[in-house]
């Protein structure tokens, strides 16, 4: 398995699990519920560290696929630089939640752990499907701006695809 395989077999995991957390997260403060906030808690957690390998991976996969045919440079490049953004928030909102999960105790502090909590899964979540999506553009053309697929001389049953690709 290489660098490549890697990346895209584990990026989807940290992108769902700061998502998840973040709807748990919320609906726990709404019930004030103890064991939601704990499961949230974890679910960032485990979303900081699902993150490592697939940040880590990124340089292989980039060298992997940047010259093939129709490979954008400049999407590879907004990827690679939301993605540093992406990693340094879910750790952010791991440490976080594994401060809120070692002093779950202690009340006072914990009001402002899960505040804090709610405000990094919402970044979180938000940078993280940006770069989900810009790394998407990369290989997958049919979701870049610009992107239009025109049927042309439907006669004798032949239908053509034009597309018009963004030249970045």
Known sequence: M????????LTHLPV????????VLVIA???R?????????YLL??????AAPVYFTGEGAEETIEHLPGVSESIIERHESLANLAFGVVGAAAIVS????????????LRTI???????AIATSGVMAVTAHLGGEIRHTE????????????????????????KD
Do not use: C, P, W
Request: overall charge positive; glycine content about 8%; charged content about 15%.
């Open 98 to 109: 594994l401060m809120g999960l070692l002093l779950y105790r202690q009340k006072g502090i």
């Open 29 to 31: 403060m709404f019930k």
């Open 2 to 9: 290489n660098a490549s395989q890697i990346h895209l077999a």
């Open 16 to 23: 769902l699990l700061s998502l998840v957390g973040l709807v």
């Open 33 to 41: 519920n103890d064991t939601l906030t704990k499961t949230s808690f």
């Open 45 to 50: 957690l485990f979303a900081g560290i699902s």
């Open 114 to 120: 899960r505040s804090l909590a709610l405000f990094l």
């Open 143 to 166: 979701i870049r701006a610009g992107f239009q697929a025109q049927t042309e001389n439907e006669t004798n049953g032949d239908m053509q695809v034009n597309v018009n690709k963004n």
